[in-house]
Structures are given as structure tokens and as C-alpha cells.
């Protein structure tokens, strides 16, 4: 193996049905680059919440305003 690599193991247990539906999902995919690319779209999904957050801190808004992220969620300002 290489030692420019690192390697990151991710355990399933088969009797849990949540880890069974993922085993599941990822039977015929090349598990290494599905894990890459989740990973890149929650890079990418953070750093979209913390322009907005900015944004939303520096406007002078009057009413609510809607934040996306993980969780949704109604803010008055």
C-alpha cells in the first residue's frame, strides 16, 4: 500500500435494520468514492450555511427569515 494514503473503516452491524438498509444501498457502488463525494456535499452544504448566516447577520431585515441547513428553521430578526 501505498504511504501516501490513509485508510478510514467504517463498521455495519448486519443485525441492525438501519445498517442493513445501508449495506444495502451501497452493495454494487465503489464504496470509497460514494463516501468521497458525501463528503464534498457536506463541505459544500456548510459552507453554503455559514455565507447565509452571514448574510442574515448583516442585512437589516424586518420580519422572519427562513435559514437552510440541516434542520429548517423560522427566525425573527
Partial sequence: MS???V??????????EKDQ???ERIQNVNFSGYVKRLIEKDIR????IKTEHKQV???NI???VII?????SLKSV
Fill in 7 to 16: 485508510i478510514k473503516s467504517v463498521s455495519f452491524n448486519v443485525k441492525n
Fill in 45 to 48: 452544504q456548510r459552507k453554503v
Fill in 62 to 64: 424586518d420580519g422572519p
Fill in 68 to 72: 437552510r441547513g440541516a434542520g429548517l
Fill in 57 to 59: 447577520q448583516q442585512a
Fill in 21 to 23: 438498509a445501508y449495506l
Fill in 3 to 5: 504511504k501516501n494514503k
